[in-house]
């Protein structure tokens, strides 16, 4: 492939990479500080933001659990570290359900991202520090669906999402019968497409602060 060739590819990647939903555009984004980023150079002063694109980049789709991750991880870090960046790689994250259960391993990689938070295949530090291995835990008894915890001064949030406080749209189950219908024709697939990508948004830009749909149980 010549240069012109490559820059072309590139060009319609880049293109294709674009065409995402308007509305990703208005979700809170999550702004944090990572040591590690400051350090090797990766960010000035460490700073990243985070918005929901990069959540679906990462999981590969845009759904309620997803957003329910960001949304959770979003108002556990505005409430451990309120008036001051979370500081990224400097948390734990513990789930309720087993990694291999229900939807614990999507919500977890959300909230890995962010927080840097990882499994025992984490990064494991630079001398000896920066550390994110063993921070992200599974099948932890507790009242609540997450906990995240400083490790600077151990304070903790718990925190549940209770998906039924945005209820799904009347004609989404009749449009994914329709979408996902042997022969089912563009058109079907867009409607369907469409109105789930409208539940979605109305969680993420109408309830982004709505206590029933998150809910903080304690620490």
Known sequence: MNAAQEHGTSAVAATAAMRLPPF???????????PLAEALGAADGGVLEYRYADAVKLAGHSCPTVAGAWLMTRAALARLYAGELPRRGELQVELRQRQDEGVAGVIASIA?????AAGEGGFKGLAGRFGRQGLLRFGVAMAGEMRFTRLDNGASIMLAHHMQAVPRPPELMPRMQQAFASGADAAARQAFAQTWQDWVRTILTEHADDPALVVVIGS
């Open 24 to 34: 990703y555009d208005a979700v809170p984004t999550i702004t944090v500080v990572d």
């Open 112 to 116: 890995q991202l962010v927080t840097g």
